[in-house]
Each structure stands twice: as C-alpha cells, then as structure tokens.
C-alpha cells in the first residue's frame, strides 16, 4: 500500500476525507440521494456540509493553510470566517433592502444573464460535438477561403494616346522611383480610381479583379503583365480598348494552400460558435415570445444621443432651456485672448 503524502500535503488530504466523514458521520447512507448535513443556519439561509465541501474545493491549498494547522481547525475556521460571514452581510443587506436597488438588481441580472449563456455554451458543447465529417464539410465548401492564388502587385498610368504613354515610359527612365511614378499618376493618369493611389491598383487576382471595388484589370493589362519579370515597367504603352497603358509589375505574391489538417482546430472552433449563437438566438427568441410583456421604441426619441456618445433628455415642447452661467470677475489667463 502507497503511503500518505507527507505534510503538508497530507493533512490537506485528510481534510478533504475528514470532511466527506463528517457529512456522513452518525448517519446510515442511502442508495440514491446522499443525506443533507446542514452544519449552519442564518435566517432563512442553510449552510451544508456539500456548500462547505464544494467551496473548500475551490481554495488553492497555499491559501486553505491560513486558516489552521488540522483537518478540523480549517474546517470550522473556514465555516465560521468565510461560509458564516458571508452568509451574514447578506442577511444583512437584504434587511437593508440592498437587494432592491437598481445597481444591485443590473448586477443580479448580469450574473443570471452570463451564466444562462455558459449554460447553452455547454449545452452545445456536450450536446453536438463536431465530428471530422462536419470540418471536412466546412472545408470543401469554403474552400476558397483556405486557398489563394498567385497575385502580382501592379501600378499603372493610362493615358488617352500612345504618344503621350510613351513620353511617359522616357520619362521613367530617368527616373524609375515609386515616388516619381505617384506624381506622374496623379498628374497625367486618366483613370481616376488609380490616379487618386498613385497608380497603384494593389495585388491583382488572376480574373483581374483587385481590392478596390469597382477596379478590375483588363485581359489585354494581364496579357502585358504575364510577359514581364517583378520590378519592371512595360517597355511599350499597352493598348486598352480606348486608352494607352503604362504597366509596372512590382511583385509577385505566390499562390497558397491551408490544408484542412492545419485548418481543423479553427474550424471546429467556427462550427461551434455559428452553433452556439443559433442556440442563443433561438433561446432568446423564444424567452422573448414568452416574457415580453410591453415594447414601445417610440418612446427612444425622448433620449437623443451627442456625437460624443452622451445621453441627454430631449428637452419637451415649451420648456425654457437651462441659463448659462457666467463670471462675473473672469481671472485672465497668461498668454491668453485680450
């Protein structure tokens, strides 16, 4: 047989099996249901030896030796100088009728509203587990958000003839810096969604569409662009339907792909929050149908809201606005206004 722990781990292990004794001493054990020790009253409140039992748990035991050196000093110390004393002020405060006001009864309602939705957190947790069938489901269907394809970084200037175009292409042959490049754009480019960056139309897709909505690239811009190496400019202007186009390829972002192994935790934790917040939808809708009683939005326009996000009464019709107060014998300020 394994010897007990040495002290002082071992006295707090008998306190914990003190403990169980002590809510079954002196009493025969039932086959279901446990017996209810009660080891205090206070008013209208019970105190058992489960309560004690359940609390002791939670101390760390660094802490669980501050209130004695035996298994019995730290269960009545902890009875009478947490249990006892807690029980006390909120007998207490509910003769002073605490519990009545409005802070209180917000702080009583957040501790009921938080637990109710740890409550359905575990409730979908344990209830619906995800299974690899429902990652993999998720990945095949949102593969295109584990999936990138290559993107290259393009800046461009366009023009309305070639002549101008290639004036342009000279021009940046003295002078081939980003810098150089903006304020060419800003002057002289004709598309005005690429004028306003500086020329530059961001990483572009395959299909030609960009970050910026409503700009997409042309097949004839990625037919020039496919010919070009990362960091150089078309050698001539690419003709654009209506328009002549200066290209500069300025890098290439290569294509990537998360396999679903990688993905599977993040996945799982997606699946479970979308599940999670239908359940909380769903509970509320049906709190909602049951519980609320009275709904007046229209009364929300006797509150108005600043743009600084204080709430002010609106003032009703006929009222006289509040006088502004004034000094009579300002202190003028050093420096100040004269």
């Given at each position: 047989m394994?010897?007990?722990?040495?002290?002082?781990?071992?006295?707090?292990?008998?306190?914990?099996?003190?403990?169980?004794?002590?809510?079954?001493e002196g009493r025969a054990p039932l086959a279901d249901t446990p017996p209810v020790v009660v080891v205090a009253r206070v008013g209208s409140m019970t105190i058992t030896a489960a309560d004690l039992e359940r609390r002791l748990a939670a101390v760390p035991l660094f802490q669980l030796r501050t209130f004695g050196s035996t298994p019995a000093a730290v269960r009545r110390a902890f009875l009478d100088r947490v249990l006892v004393r807690d029980a006390l002020l909120a007998q207490g405060g509910a003769e002073h009728g605490i519990a009545d006001r409005e802070d209180v009864r917000e702080r009583i309602r957040g501790m009921l509203r938080n637990e109710t939705l740890a409550h359905l957190r575990a409730e979908v947790?344990?209830?619906?587990p995800i299974s690899d069938g429902d990652v993999k489901a998720y990945y095949d269907k949102n593969a295109a958000k584990f999936r990138s394809p290559e993107r290259r970084a393009l800046w461009l200037i366009a023009t309305k003839t070639q002549g101008e175009a290639k004036e342009i292409i000279d021009d940046l042959h003295k002078d081939a810096s980003p810098k150089h490049w903006g304020e060419i754009a800003r002057a002289k480019s004709i598309d005005a969604l690429s004028g306003m960056r500086g020329g530059n139309v961001g990483f572009v897709n395959p299909d030609g569409t960009t970050p910026e909505p409503g700009l997409k690239v042309s097949p004839a811009i990625l037919e020039a662009v496919d010919k070009l190496k990362d960091a150089e400019i078309s050698p001539e202007p690419v003709h654009d339907t209506d328009r002549w186009v200066v290209v500069w390829r300025r890098q290439t972002m290569k294509s990537v792909e998360r396999p679903m192994e990688l993905e599977a935790g993040s996945i799982k934790q997606m699946l479970l929050h979308s599940r999670t917040d239908a359940k909380i939808k769903d509970t509320v809708a049906k709190l909602r149908e049951e519980h609320l009683t009275e709904h007046n939005p229209d009364l929300l326009e006797l509150v108005e809201v600043t743009p600084?996000?204080?709430?002010?009464?609106?003032?009703?019709?006929?009222?006289i606005p509040p006088a502004r107060r004034t000094v009579a014998n300002p202190v003028p300020v050093p420096g100040g206004l004269r």
């Open positions: 394994r010897s007990l722990p040495s002290s002082p781990s071992r006295w707090l292990l008998a306190a914990g099996l003190g403990l169980l004794a002590a809510a079954w947790t344990h209830a619906t600084q996000g204080e709430l002010t009464p609106v003032r009703r019709p006929g009222s």
